[in-house]
């Protein structure tokens, strides 16, 4: 089955770290880049991080850069996106998406609150 599943979302206070995973399933994972997206609540979905296919190109959106980091692991076929410094304006739903299979994942609720 040819999907996308992201994990790891959930309530973090300001200031607070959280790891999101997402797993793929059904296509030669190792051949494309992989990017997070997230979208808040009245706001349309905005781009944050990518991964080249070998995971030696990196691009981040100016709003998370040097707080998050993106990276894979083509042998677990997984998607990483370690998020640190988390403030209020971070809560959104975060998906997974590979943008050359036109596939996206479910998405996890990242919530930051205190």
């Known amino acids: 089955q040819v999907q996308l599943v992201e994990s790891g979302g959930g309530l973090v206070q300001p200031g607070g770290s959280l790891r999101l995973t997402c797993a793929a399933s059904g296509f030669t994972f190792s051949s494309y880049t992989m990017n997070w997206y997230r979208q808040a609540p009245g706001k349309e979905r905005e781009a944050v991080a990518s991964?080249?296919?070998?995971?030696?190109?990196?691009n981040y959106a100016t709003s998370v850069k040097g707080r998050f980091t993106i990276s894979r692991d083509n042998n677990k076929r997984t998607t990483y996106l370690q998020m640190n410094s988390l403030q209020p304006e971070d809560t959104a739903v975060y998906y997974c998406y590979a943008p050359a299979r036109g596939l996206w994942g479910q998405g996890t609720q990242v919530t930051v609150s205190s």
């Open positions: 991964i080249s296919g070998t995971g030696g190109i990196l």
